[in-house]
C-alpha cells in the first residue's frame, strides 16, 4: 500500500498550493480519504475529509479556502488551498481508511510540508 503525497512547499500568506495524494494497494472507491495536519507543538488534526460517494467536511478555519476532491480514474485525492494563512503552516498528511467493514484499513502518507510566510 502506498498513498505518495506530493505539491507542499512555501508560499506567501494569500498564496495557494494545490497537495496531491496518489493511492496504490487499496481499493480507492470505498475509502473514505482525508487530509490532516500537525504543527510543531501540536496534535495531528483533520484538516477535509471526502467519502467514497463524495460527501465533504471541513474544519470551520479552513471552510471557503480549501477544497478537497478525488479522482477514481487516477486513484488520487486533491486539496485545493486558498488564500493561505501562516497558521496553516503544518506538515500535511493524506488518510485512506474504510473501516465499517471487514477487512478494514487505515493508511497513512509520509506528509508534505506547507510553509506560509506572512
Known amino acids: 500500500v502506498q498513498l505518495q503525497a506530493s505539491g507542499g512547499g512555501l508560499v506567501q500568506a494569500g498564496g495557494s498550493l494545490r497537495l496531491s495524494c496518489r493511492v496504490s494497494?487499496?481499493?480507492?472507491?470505498?475509502?473514505?480519504m482525508g487530509w490532516y495536519r500537525q504543527a510543531p507543538g501540536r496534535q495531528r488534526e483533520s484538516v477535509a475529509t471526502?467519502?467514497?460517494?463524495?460527501?465533504?467536511n471541513y474544519r470551520d478555519s479552513v471552510k471557503g479556502r480549501f477544497t478537497i476532491s478525488r479522482d477514481s480514474a487516477e486513484n488520487t485525492v486533491y486539496l485545493q488551498m486558498n488564500n493561505l494563512k501562516p497558521e496553516d503552516t503544518a506538515v500535511y498528511y493524506c488518510?485512506?481508511?474504510?473501516?465499517?467493514?471487514?477487512?478494514?484499513?487505515?493508511?497513512w502518507g509520509q506528509g508534505t510540508q506547507v510553509t506560509v510566510s506572512s
Open positions: 488518510n485512506a481508511r474504510q473501516l465499517l467493514w471487514a477487512p478494514s484499513f487505515n493508511y
Open positions: 494497494g487499496i481499493s480507492f472507491n470505498v475509502a473514505e
Open positions: 471526502i467519502s467514497s460517494g463524495g460527501s465533504t
